[in-house]
């Protein structure tokens, strides 16, 4: 007897606890595939959303580069990759950051792409939809470099928009 009343007591404790908890937010993912880049590669982009807002980013992008100075995707070497262009992979710019970075500082970048990609995630990151819309519209792709911090890629527009089309898969 005495163990069934201690049990109802602690019970009896945890009931207000209980109701004063609040129930956290599920998080669910958003995901496509854009192109915010040309017409030679293709990004996958991914947000976390909880509720209506973007508490994580990622960006990556993948292209045919050199199989000699690129690792390319899984496969790439087996059945899956006979039909590429000869010497070349399928290939993560975002594994491929450094070598990827090297021809753009060829081309005069000064910010390696894996830190413009984390400049574009934190831009977005902690902003609904709503909000993420109302910065893009009517911009050029020149304020859209200007308007994200850190970033100096001219197509960062486009990898926002690709963002705001993955938060809304999620939703």
Known sequence: MKKVLSLLLVVCMLIPA???????????I???QYAAHGTKCFAVLTVAMEGDTIVAAYID????MSAETSVGVPNSDADFGTNFPEG????????NNEAYS???????STVAL????AAIEAFVTGKTVAELEAEV??????EMVDAVSGCTLVDTLGYV???????????
């Open 18 to 28: 209980l109701a004063l908890a609040e129930e956290a937010p599920a998080v669910v």
């Open 102 to 108: 090297a021809n753009m500082a060829g081309a005069g």
């Open 114 to 117: 894996a830190d413009n990609y």
């Open 88 to 95: 070349m992979v399928l290939a993560s710019k975002r594994v």
């Open 137 to 142: 519209e009517g911009k050029t792709a020149e």
């Open 161 to 171: 928009q690709g963002l705001i089309e993955a938060a809304k898969a999620a939703q």
């Open 30 to 32: 958003g995901q496509t």
């Open 61 to 64: 992008e993948y292209q045919f």
